[in-house]
């Protein structure tokens, strides 16, 4: 019976030993199993966002900061078209002879293209086809005599001048305008009429006048359909800015020896076919025609490239009512009024080659006058005569025409000299005008009737060198930007600059005039002078 207790007693024991030694290894177990799960990898990441530390917060408020637009009141930048018309028939400007080589073309062309950047000038016409004639290469019509001596001779050695003209004035930031004579066949100054000319290739469409010139006949179709097809040509193949006619529709009297225009054949056939018009509002209509075609053909084809007519100073005597003097609806059968009111045009350059002094042919009262006809608030950049005289009281005149045009027309200022050689062989007219109104380069105005597509913002870089900072900007788009607007702020004062396309980028000083750098912007502009969205940095 001992015996037998004895081994229940030691039963019990080692039971009680080994329960004990099992319930440690579970806690051991567990503990083990919770301290690895409390550091296992995977929850790193998790309790690190949660609870950054204080350098990440600063680098992250610090990528915040540097994503943050620096916003700035920019001034307004200056706009006014100024441009200079550059004749090529009879040799008046360019090219001065009809005998220079290929390398005198050029050098002659950058000369002038250089002077009127010099003297912030920022357009130029350029007369391309003077009478039935091109100085381009064209499958429409012969090279012209003005340019090589003989009509249908291309330059040699050989060069497109008018992609020459067009290549170098962009650089420059100028914009090329072509200028054409839409109805002139020959010129008594282009030598002989030869197998090449337009005369022997559309006899039917051209008369001779007693005077020695030959015209087209402004209301046949075959002239309409041939001065649209020259345009048109001219406007698909370069890369214009605007096309433009002169005063010259019907021919002035003096080149018809004072009679009557020879044009019986469409006009009989008129008649005959019907029309109910007289013979002058047939001319008119025929006219009208054909400039509300080309403004449209134009548009159609590439709507930036601009439209512009400088008709005749004077629609007719007695508008306005002090005014005397020729009438171009009448004689010329050139209806400008309507065209302006019709907006078959997107800027206007009546030729108003007289003072503002006395009242009968006064520059100020018709530039009104055909202020106030501009119903379609189109450009109206009038001409001047700056080639008139050669005295200090006559550049004085234009400098006063060119402050008249400012307060009459502000919203879109404008104007163009006549011609060229007033300018480049008269310094002093030259130097009246640039002391005077044309001291700072400027913009040319807008024009928000033609569709453009949006620039994007320009990149700007700002780099210390030493006491300066290097100014770098870039854009995604290139080839849409034609000037760039550079702005600077020193001691809370802003100006600004006007670049070339190709220039992107100036050392600016630290300081200047005791006043510290505070900040750059930069705008671009497009080739219809609308400004992108500005990129600006502080200086720090």
Not at 213 to 240: C, E, G, L
Not at 277 to 294: C, K, P, Q
Not at 314 to 327: L, R
Not at 527 to 538: D, G, I, Q, V
Request: glycine share 4%; aromatic share 12%; net charge positive.
């Amino acid at each position: 019976m001992r015996y037998h207790l004895l081994l229940l007693t030691i039963a019990l024991f080692l039971f009680s030993c080994s329960s004990k030694k099992n319930k440690k290894q579970d806690q051991v177990t567990v503990t083990t199993a919770i301290e690895a799960e409390k550091s296992s990898p995977k929850d790193k990441p998790q309790r690190e966002k949660v609870k950054p530390t204080i350098q990440e917060k600063k680098v992250e408020e610090k990528k915040v900061e540097e994503k943050k637009e620096v916003v700035v009141n920019l001034p307004e930048v200056q706009r006014e078209f100024r441009a200079a018309w550059i004749s090529s028939v009879v040799n008046i400007n360019w090219p001065s002879k009809n005998f220079l080589t290929t390398d005198e073309q050029k050098q002659e062309a950058i000369q002038i293209l250089d002077f009127l950047k010099s003297n912030n000038f920022n357009a130029a016409i350029l007369q391309v086809r003077p009478s039935g004639d091109a100085l381009y290469k064209s499958d429409l019509e012969p090279w012209s005599y003005f340019l090589t001596g003989e009509e249908g001779k291309a330059p040699n050695p050989y060069y497109d001048p008018l992609e020459f003209w067009v290549e170098e004035a962009h650089k420059r930031g100028i914009e090329l305008h072509v200028w054409l004579n839409p109805y002139r066949a020959h010129h008594t100054g282009g030598g002989k009429v030869t197998d090449a000319s337009i005369v022997k290739k559309m006899p039917n469409a051209v008369v001779k006048l007693k005077q020695g010139y030959y015209w087209f006949d402004p209301s046949k179709q075959a002239t309409q359909d041939h001065a649209a097809r020259v345009v048109m040509d001219i406007v698909k193949r370069y890369n214009i800015d605007g096309v433009h006619f002169d005063d010259y529709f019907y021919p002035y009297a003096e080149y018809n020896a004072g009679q009557d225009f020879p044009d019986s054949d469409s006009w009989n056939e008129y008649k005959r076919n019907g029309g109910t018009l007289g013979r002058a509002d047939w001319r008119r209509n025929s006219v009208n025609t054909f400039i509300e075609r080309i403004y449209k053909e134009i548009k159609a084809e590439k709507n930036f490239v601009k439209f512009g007519i400088s008709p005749f100073g004077i629609w007719k005597p007695g508008y306005p009512a002090s005014i005397q003097g020729s009438s171009q609806y009448d004689e010329l059968y050139a209806d400008a009024k309507l065209w302006l009111n019709k907006g078959w045009v997107d800027y206007y350059t009546p030729q108003l080659y007289w003072p503002i002094e006395p009242a009968k042919q006064s520059f100020t009262t018709l530039l009104k006058w055909w202020e106030s006809e501009n119903t379609m608030h189109r450009h109206l950049w009038p001409g001047v005569n700056t080639v008139g005289k050669r005295n200090a009281a006559y550049s004085d005149e234009i400098v006063n025409q060119i402050a008249a045009m400012r307060n009459i027309v502000p919203n879109s200022k404008g104007i163009v000299h006549w011609s060229l050689a007033g300018l480049t062989k008269n310094p002093a007219m030259t130097k009246a005008i640039v002391d005077g109104p044309y001291q700072n380069k400027v913009l040319i105005p807008t024009t928000p009737w033609l569709n453009a597509n949006p620039l994007l913002k320009p990149s700007l870089l700002l780099t210390p060198e030493g006491n300066q900072i290097f100014a770098k900007w870039q854009h995604q788009q290139t080839d849409q930007v034609f000037h760039w607007v550079l702005y600077t702020n020193y001691g809370g004062e802003w100006s600004y600059e006007i670049f070339d396309p190709a220039i992107t980028s100036k050392e600016l000083a630290i300081s200047k005039n005791g006043k510290k750098l505070q900040y750059v912007a930069v705008k671009a502009v497009d080739r219809l002078s609308n400004e992108s969205p500005y990129t600006a940095e502080k200086i720090k």
